[in-house]
């Protein structure tokens, strides 16, 4: 990593082409296809002391798990070409056994439980209904923004089972809580993910897939590709000279500052808040700054044992718990793997008052609930970790879009370039907003937004 105390050259003139803000998995890809492009003049800043942004993995009883993003489908075809292109494996979900629900501390079995078709189709056609590149010009775009999704679900005609069911797909989908999303934003996810049966909601019967060794490892490699571009531990602290008629952009980092044509920005809106912009940055943009979700998370949990045991009795390892410690449970087991190996997914924070709950709590009442299901084995696992998403500095959540309002009132500052700057991660994506699919499809976007922008300025190819 260069050091310089000042001005941090790179280029012979010390003006890179594209500066790319952000190592996550959308940032990455931008920077990958900067490189397929042909140019060689950038470079990639990461606050980070590592590459991957909301994707980590984590090591349990020494097996790779994920403490962040997870799950692929066949219908994410972004994310499951660029697997194929980073030669990376994937392995299914596995589904086989009966399903368990704990409710009011009680476990009972049965067999998993399907989406009700009807409710099904009612969200899809509500969903259908929201423009993609303009959800605040939905007919009811007013009403559907001052609903929660709580207040939705409050008013469908849905057994308990079927309520349930739906609560914990919207949950564990949105990373929010029930009465804080609008339902204007989650029926925006929805459709750009082609309808509730397409998010693989619980029972939808969508098959799931794991990354042989974590999500991560697609950063990874392509960090291993782009080489000395990367440049870690470099968390930027302004931009100034980004607008059109000045230039290059200035990017302020504790190790120097940058110079570039063209910037990317592949984070989070209220990461960008934290940036100082010279001048500021137009209203619409800088309220959405403001007003991106960035209090809530999934805390995951994975706890590993000798052996899958729970499967012994016909069990899937799949746990539904609406009031408990977590949502829901999968087992994430590798198939080449003889150990058993448990996820769980849970808001954060878990506790009533809106405290989080204690590590060593969280613990303990994972394994009870395994142990109500599961039986004493469940007591004596052999590695536990947790990661809450909270915790860390250069995340702040899952920065979502599910604020009140922020469709309606800042939603065209969403993913318009301003100038120089250019607005990638996943949350700007139009097709699988807020998963790993959106990120990629954000990060091809930003690229070929960057280079047509070079392109109309000067030649970069001569």
Not at 97 to 126: C, H, T, Y
Not at 174 to 180: D, G, I
Not at 302 to 319: C, E, K, L, N, V
Request: proline share 6%; hydrophobic share 40%.
């Amino acid at each position: 990593m260069n050091t310089a105390s000042s001005q941090v050259r790179g280029p012979s003139d010390g003006v890179f082409d594209v500066a790319v803000v952000g190592g996550g998995l959308s940032g990455m890809v931008a920077a990958r296809d900067l490189k397929r492009s042909g140019l060689s003049n950038f470079v990639v800043l990461e606050a980070r002391d590592r590459v991957g942004g909301r994707t980590i993995t984590q090591h349990v009883d020494g097996l790779p798990v994920d403490g962040g993003a997870t799950w692929v489908n066949p219908n994410q075809t972004a994310v499951i070409d660029l697997l194929h292109e980073l030669e990376l494996d994937r392995f299914p979900q596995y589904t086989d056994g009966d399903a368990f629900a704990v409710i009011g501390g009680n476990a009972q079995r049965s067999k998993p439980v399907a989406p009700d078709p009807r409710f099904a189709q009612l969200v899809n056609e509500m969903a259908f209904a929201v423009p993609l590149h303009a959800p605040w010009e939905a007919p009811n775009a007013a009403a559907w923004d001052a609903m929660t999704c709580e207040d939705f679900l409050n008013q469908a005609d849905l057994t308990p089972a079927e309520r349930m069911i739906a609560e914990i797909t919207f949950q564990i989908t949105f990373c929010a809580p029930l009465n804080e999303m609008t339902l204007l934003n989650a029926l925006f996810v929805l459709h750009s993910t082609g309808g509730f049966e397409g998010i693989g909601a619980v029972g939808s019967g969508v098959p799931q897939f794991h990354v042989v060794g974590g999500t991560a490892g697609m950063s990874e490699k392509i960090a291993e590709d782009i080489g000395d571009a990367l440049r870690l531990s470099s968390p930027v602290t302004a931009i100034s000279n980004w607008q059109e008629d000045q230039g290059p952009v200035r990017l302020e980092t504790p190790s120097g500052t940058y110079e570039a044509h063209r910037v990317i920005l592949a984070m989070g809106g209220s990461l960008s808040s934290q940036i100082r912009f010279e001048p500021e940055l137009p209203e619409l943009r800088a309220g959405l700054h403001e007003t991106i979700d960035k209090d809530h998370c999934l805390i995951k949990t994975h706890t590993t044992y000798s052996r899958p045991f729970w499967r012994d009795m016909g069990a899937s390892g799949q746990i539904i718990s609406p009031d408990g410690v977590f949502n829901v449970s999968s087992d994430v087991t590798p198939p080449d793997s003889t150990q058993g190996v448990l996820v769980t997914l849970a808001l954060s924070p878990r506790e009533s008052d809106g405290t989080a709950i204690s590590r060593d709590d969280r613990k303990a009442k994972t394994l009870e609930a395994f142990a109500a299901c599961f039986g004493e084995e469940a007591l004596s696992p052999t590695d536990w970790v947790m990661q809450d998403w909270l915790d860390e500095t250069y995340t702040r959540g899952d920065e979502d879009v599910w604020s009140r309002g922020l469709f309606l009132d800042y939603g065209p500052a969403l993913r318009a370039p301003i100038d120089r700057l250019v607005w990638a991660g996943t949350e700007t994506s139009l097709f699988w907003c807020g998963y790993l699919d959106g990120a990629v499809r954000a990060g091809h976007q930003s690229a070929l937004t960057a280079l047509r922008a070079l392109a109309a300025e000067r030649s970069v190819f001569a």
